[in-house]
């Protein structure tokens, strides 16, 4: 069995203002799910999203279904 650590980045539209998440996107495939952190506590809990919920979301996000921040 692989172990496979999670690659985590912000988003480039992140303007380091400190309210950021950051994805592992690349246990997706191999895994099936996106984990999530708060950008400021590394350390801290990791949503493990599935793969399908956060794809719905970013499709969400792009749509304009959550309204402007």
């Known amino acids: ?4 650590s999670p ?3 912000k988003s480039s ?3 380091n203002g400190g ?3 950051e994805v592992a ?4 495939a191999s895994r099936g799910v996106v984990p999530v952190r708060d950008s400021k ?3 801290g809990p990791v949503l493990n999203t ?4 956060f794809a719905s979301f970013v ?3 792009k749509a304009g279904q959550f309204g402007a921040v």
């Open 1 to 4: 069995m692989t172990t496979e």
């Open 7 to 9: 690659c985590w980045f």
């Open 13 to 15: 539209y992140s303007s």
């Open 19 to 21: 309210d950021c998440i």
């Open 25 to 28: 996107v690349n246990l997706a």
């Open 41 to 43: 506590n590394l350390s």
């Open 50 to 53: 599935s793969a399908g919920a």
């Open 59 to 61: 499709v969400g996000v």
